[in-house]
């Protein structure tokens, strides 16, 4: 049994070859293989996304507005982030917005991917599966557009069924909490599909003797699935929500389109004040710092969740 | 269905009800969509929500046509995105396979360099990208649009899981009957690798069905407008356009993914189940 | 391995294989589209202007050649409409061509960015406005000197208006024949319109608010700014101007114009600014409007047409508007903003701005002119989408289909409250109008939240201005 997980997340354990390079034949086919079929990847990335990051890195070191020559600016625009308050009202927006987002999006996967793994007919689990993948094909934007028309206080069709079970309406786009509430359910509709499969495929592939050993120990219902089914699908869950971070900490359409970051602040975004701060306000030295520290601080999560993962990662 | 004997204390009738209940509020949205697409606008905000239109009418879609050029831009969206899933098929499934199964300097730093152009926001490198495009004389073709998207970090990642997941005793029987790294790849396990393929394709071709952005910096001239693009149209000047014309562009602009989703529905499974997984 | 299994893999291979013959030669056959080189004169030196797509459907950008072409014949012209779904989306799309050195020769631009087209990126146009000026004599009778002052900065004028549109407050019938309300006059009062709120409140269930508005620049608080006789810059105009005022517009009308507007102290704090804040947060706490949402007023269309809400002010626009959402002329109908210290009303106008940095000034300059005349506007307005830069357009005939019966409204607000003027658009408007939209989200939240809140735009405003754009 291989551990593909554990590979995904950290080194494997070198193999004699790597250890100790024997230059063969074969090293050598397998080499210049390795280099024909990482060509057009690295090739690409290099072109279209390493050589626009450094592009960026140097800007943020710039005064530019597309117009004139830039103008060497130092770490004047990081200064000049550091003490816009707006800059770190959307870096504690969009941390809280992932930590929301994520963590609903990966409860709902885990409990709808448990539940649809349970016992029914074949046909009824492939209709759930369905469902709740469907949101994946639809675009951010346009759904984005028809959300704002359920979500509305007055007229929409998502305070109108809170009202039939007697809840007073709720401002979901106009008052703070109900904004950011709105784009995290509205993003989270839209992405729990990807991590439901995701476990569908991790409970696929527990083995069903470990399950049968568990129940014959007396395990059941949910102390079963926090003992037994959790550790097995952590690799999983540790895909799944490195992802999730990932993308989330990059959320912009459904903020920019339901509450165009407001009210006030409230639902700004990094992506979205990096996208006013360039294109609306023309300052692109300065939008391309706070792209950069962004970057830095996926890079940075990322790699804790990782390193929390040894701790909480299991693998077979 | 290994688990289910002893698993729930939950009666299935209840688990199945919530799973409805659940799958009822995913689609609420799609659903309220195309029902408000085929009635007429002053019906549009009925509360209740007339799920079932009245007097259902296909007006709204008579009007996306007329408004705009479908076919064209359905021809360049239909381009953009097959050559933008095959491209990443191929770059992903060789990619994926070297990072998993072939020895060589730099891998793990090659690997985070891929993993990392995950993390870097569109809208911070769209001028430069937009300039190196220029240099190559690909801005406003539908090329500039489809060689970018070649490479894939999540899509190699995912076949990297994929090829991990093969069992290594097939390769190295293969190395044993003499097989070289090309051989070994091609006859062992390259037939294997369409499932994992398969999502790769589905995924990408999701993602730029639907795109917006990187075809409103990049594409000038109405010829190369993407369906997304025009649907843009029809919210009118100041959005004054007729909702239900919106959501009727909407709702056709959603069927190929829909088509692609329920063909691609069955590999895509099979893929996932076992890409992100211990075999 | 089975037989079967064999079979399955010969097949999928097979499969694959045909795929890829199909997909090759699918490339191949359309090459000539992926490339763009199906496209006639793409890269050739004709005049390029970029214009906001959903505002020029394609029918729209055909008619506008085609007249061109009729008229020119020899300068190749390419319109672009930029589908970008506001404003912003439209700037992004424009400022990376600049960068990257493919700008078009001429950009449609909006009140709101008339100021920094003009500091950081367009011609004057007055050299050719006077060379011209017999042929324009016309355009200038035609077109109300309110709106050209609009487009002036620092004395000279950048953009020719050929469309405007003014605050005006529409009207629901039904609601209002549900509250047993009469159509508010001409030189109602703040007051009146309170009233009439209540009024509509009172007839009426849940699921209904009788004032909605929606949160930006253009139509959101600012009107009420204006009618409380303030504005959120101090205002002033800039000298410089009487070129064309002298040689165009009659003494009555030329009276008190100058060179354009300029926009500078902040005044976020002042107590009329704070006055009418407050006005509205009152009526929010009365549940007689709703709190704003951003954006760009998508909602509005279809709540105000089935009668979800009573008033809402919008422009000319919407009367194609409401009509595409089926609502007849006799459902609704339109006034002037209600009068409050002054009923000086706002406006938003547009035209063609042409960029430094183009090589066909010239040919730039015939487009300005060819899409000022009367009829390239009767061709391209046909379906009331906006109200045209010229009052001789405005007739009975044009708003007989689609309403209102005052159409008058639209442009007589610039003749009957002259001092009606432009929504504040310094260069720097940007920043400007997210700091106002920022801020009026939060200040609108109580009525207690309004001061401090407009302190804090204040502040924000007085850092935005000192930026140099």
């Known amino acids: 049994m291989t551990n593909t997980q554990i590979q995904a997340v950290r080194p494997r354990p070198a193999t004699p070859a790597e250890v100790a390079p024997r230059p063969s034949a074969r090293d050598r086919g397998s080499r210049l293989l390795a280099a024909l079929f990482l060509a057009p990847t690295i090739v690409g990335i290099v072109v279209f996304t390493v050589v626009p990051i450094a592009g960026s890195i140097v800007l943020s070191l710039f005064h530019w507005n597309v117009i004139d020559d830039p103008s060497f600016a130092g770490a004047a625009n990081y200064r000049e982030v550091f003490g816009d308050s707006t800059v770190l009202v959307s870096f504690r927006n969009t941390l809280v917005f992932m930590v929301f987002a994520v963590a609903l999006q990966l409860l709902i996967a885990l409990v709808l991917a448990l539940a649809v793994n349970g016992r029914m007919p074949v046909w009824l689990r492939s209709v759930f599966r369905s469902a709740f993948f469907f949101p994946l094909v639809l675009s951010a934007a346009s759904i984005s557009v028809v959300m704002k028309y359920l979500f509305n206080q007055d007229f929409g069709v998502v305070n109108w069924l809170l009202g039939l079970v007697g809840i007073a309406p709720v401002p979901w786009l106009t008052s703070e909490n109900g904004a950011m509430t709105a784009v995290v359910l509205v993003y989270v509709w839209q992405q729990f599909g990807f991590s439901f499969l995701l476990f569908v495929g991790g409970l696929n592939n527990i083995p069903k003797e470990i399950h049968e050993a568990a129940s014959l120990d007396g395990a059941t219902g949910l102390r079963k699935h926090l003992t037994v089914t959790l550790p097995l699908l952590s690799p999983t869950l540790l895909v799944a929500s490195v992802v999730g971070i990932i993308n989330a900490l990059q959320v912009f359409e459904q903020p920019y389109v339901l509450t165009n970051g407001g009210p006030g602040d409230s639902t700004r975004t990094v992506v979205m004040f990096i996208y006013e701060s360039a294109f609306e306000q023309l300052r692109f030295g300065e939008a391309s710092a706070v792209g950069v520290l962004l970057f830095v601080l996926i890079m940075a999560v990322t790699a804790l969740q990782f390193r929390l993962s040894r701790r909480f990662v299991h693998y077979q | 269905m290994n688990l289910s004997r002893t698993r729930h204390t939950l009666a299935p009738w209840a688990r199945i009800a919530g799973l409805t209940v659940c799958a009822l509020l995913t689609l609420g949205p799609v659903v309220w969509t195309v029902s408000t697409s085929l009635r007429t606008p002053a019906e549009s905000f009925d509360l209740p929500p007339k799920i079932i239109p009245t007097s259902p009418t296909v007006e709204s879609y008579r009007g996306v046509f007329e408004q705009i050029d479908v076919w064209l831009l359905a021809l360049n969206s239909t381009l953009v995105t097959a050559l933008i899933a095959v491209g990443q098929m191929i770059t992903a499934g060789l990619a994926g396979y070297a990072f998993a199964r072939l020895e060589f300097r730099f ?173 | 391995m089975t037989d079967s299994h064999l079979t399955r893999r010969t097949l999928l291979r097979y499969g694959a294989y045909g795929a890829g013959a199909a997909a090759l030669a699918g490339t191949a056959a359309s090459w000539d589209r992926l490339t763009g080189a199906d496209i006639p004169g793409r890269d050739d030196d004709s005049l390029v202007v970029a214009t906001l797509g959903p505002a020029y459907g394609p029918e729209a950008i055909r008619t506008l050649t085609d007249g061109f072409k009729e008229l020119h014949p020899d300068i190749k012209l390419r319109i672009n409409a930029v589908q970008a779904v506001d404003w912003s989306d439209f700037f992004a799309k424009i400022l990376t061509q600049i960068a990257a050195g493919t700008a078009p020769d001429l950009v449609y631009v909006a009140t709101e960015g008339v100021q920094l087209f003009a500091q950081r990126l367009g011609v004057a146009l007055d050299k050719w406005v006077k060379r011209d000026a017999a042929e324009l004599r016309e355009y200038f009778a ?221 040919e730039a300059w015939e487009f300005i002119k060819y899409a000022a005349r009367k009829d390239t506007l009767m061709r391209l307005f046909k379906t009331n989408q906006t109200t045209p830069a010229r009052r001789s357009m405005l007739t009975a005939d044009r708003y007989r289909e689609t309403g209102p019966n005052h159409w008058q409204v639209f442009y007589d607000t610039l003749d009957k409250f002259p001092d009606t003027g432009p929504i504040p658009a310094p260069p720097q408007v940007a920043e400007v109008e997210q700091v106002l939209l920022k801020h009026t989200g939060t200040a609108l939240a109580s009525r207690r939240a309004v001061a401090p809140a407009l302190r804090r735009m204040q502040s924000d405003l007085e850092k935005a201005m000192e930026r140099d754009v």
């Open chain 2, 107 to 279: 891998k793990k730093p090659l690997f985070a360099l891929v993993l990392a152009t995950m993390m870097v926001p569109l809208q911070v490198t769209i001028v430069p990208v937009f300039l190196v495009l220029k240099s190559m004389g690909l801005t406003d073709t539908l090329l500039g649009l489809i060689v970018p998207a070649f490479p894939t970090a999540f899509g190699t990642f995912l076949m990297r899981q994929y090829f991990l997941g093969m069992p290594k005793d097939l390769g190295e029987a293969a190395m044993l009957d003499g097989c070289g790294p090309w051989r070994i790849f091609r006859s062992v396990y390259a037939p294997l690798a369409a499932p994992g393929l398969a999502i790769v394709g589905v995924l990408a071709f999701n993602y730029h069905w639907n795109e917006f952005f990187r075809p409103l910096i990049l594409e000038t001239s109405g010829q190369n407008y993407t369906l997304p693009l025009g649907l843009v149209s029809l919210q009118g000047n100041l959005g004054t356009g007729s909702i239900s014309v919106v959501l009727a562009g909407v709702v056709l602009s959603m069927i190929p993914a829909v088509a692609v989703f329920v063909v691609g529905q069955r590999p895509l499974r099979e893929g996932i189940t076992s890409a992100g997984v211990n075999r």
């Open chain 3, 142 to 362: 035609d077109v109300h000197p309110s709106l050209v002052e609009s487009m002036m900065y620092e004395g000279s004028l950048y953009q020719l208006p050929v469309e405007f549109n003014a605050a005006d407050m529409y009207l629901n019938h039904q609601v209002l024949g549900r509250a047993g309300a009469s159509f508010p006059a001409a030189d109602w009062t703040r007051d009146d319109f309170t009233a009439l709120l209540r009024d509509m409140k009172k007839s009426s269930g849940s699921q209904f608010t009788p004032y909605f508005w929606t949160n930006r620049l253009w139509g959101g608080v600012v009107p009420w700014l204006f009618a409380n006789g303030t504005n959120l810059l101090s205002e002033s105009k800039a000298p410089g101007g009487a070129w064309l005022w002298d040689d165009f517009y009659p003494a009555a009308e030329r009276r008190g114009r100058g060179g354009g507007f300029r926009w500078t102290t902040p005044q976020a704090t002042d107590a009329r600014v704070e006055e009418a804040y407050d006005y509205l947060a009152s009526l929010i706490q009365e549940d007689l409007c709703t709190r704003p949402e951003g954006g760009n007023g998508q909602n509005l269309v279809g709540v105000f047409s089935t009668g979800r809400v009573g008033v809402t002010p919008a422009g000319g626009f919407w009367a194609g508007g409401l009509h595409l959402a089926g609502m007849k002329a006799t459902d609704y109908d339109v006034q002037y903003f209600p009068r409050w210290r002054t009923q000086r009303m706002q406006f938003g106008a547009a035209g063609y701005a042409l960029l430094r940095t183009s090589k066909r000034q010239e």
